[in-house]
């Protein structure tokens, strides 16, 4: 069955220090990939998706970036972290007609 | 481009009753998809209902209920017999075949006691 990993559930960083979050998919291939952001108590913002590997395409520009070295790993970055980016960060993946979600990363800069 | 418009940002129901959640969408497309996903205070977003646009008929899954009116480009989603469980925020999501999603503003539902 297809499973979404996203780690770390939670995270509190300093202003100014480097990020990485990180997204895996399990029991399938050639997924599309997503990252979002949401707002608390608002809406999904697409950030970055992915349709194969080394492929990205960013929908915001921003201060971080994406990259997915394998197939099925995409990975959140940022070298220095801003406050405005506090947020909580989704990574997603579909194929064809299906698609699932991470469970969240929390960020909080501060 | 594809827009989804949810016009209600906030709905309140009591328990049991029955409420609408409403979502319009904006596309050339022929072929797509429409879902609405619920997310609780864990935000962990969880699939509730699903409908193919070449599908006539409407999709129904135990108390959820979409009413598809393609020509119109509306999708709303029917809760039946609200349960306190059932207090999220609830995004509508427009796809085309294998394409990224587009998401609504979301709507946040209060089920009262």
């Known amino acids: 069955s297809q499973t979404i990993h996203q780690w770390p559930a939670t995270l509190v960083q300093p202003v100014g220090s480097p990020l990485s979050l990180e997204c895996t998919v399990e029991g399938t291939s050639n997924p599309n990939l997503y990252w979002y952001r949401q707002a608390a108590g608002r809406g999904l913002q697409l950030l970055f998706y992915?349709?194969?590997?080394?492929?990205i395409s960013s929908e915001v520009p921003q201060n971080l970036s994406a990259s997915r070295p394998q197939d099925r790993q995409f990975i959140l970055s940022s070298k220095k972290l801003l406050l405005s980016d506090s947020g909580f960060y989704l990574c997603?993946?579909?194929?064809?007609?299906?698609?699932?979600f991470g469970q969240g990363t929390r960020l909080t800069v501060v | 481009a594809q827009t989804v418009t949810q016009s209600q940002p906030e709905m309140s129901v009591q328990e049991a009753e029955t409420v609408t959640l409403s979502c319009t969408y904006d596309t050339s497309e022929n072929n797509y998809y429409l879902f609405w996903y619920k997310q609780p205070p864990s935000r962990q977003m969880i699939l509730v209902i699903r409908?193919?646009?070449?599908?006539?008929q409407n999709a129904t899954e135990n108390r959820f209920s979409v009413n598809f009116q393609k020509a119109a480009k509306s999708f709303s989603l029917k809760i039946s017999d609200s349960q306190l469980g059932d207090t999220a925020m609830y995004f509508c999501?427009?796809?085309?075949?294998?394409?990224?999603?587009?998401f609504g503003p979301g709507t946040r539902l209060s089920v009262l006691p």
């Open positions: 409908q193919e646009a070449y599908k006539q």
């Open positions: 992915s349709v194969g590997i080394g492929q």
């Open positions: 997603a993946w579909n194929r064809d007609t299906e698609a699932f």
């Open positions: 999501a427009f796809m085309r075949y294998g394409q990224n999603f587009v």
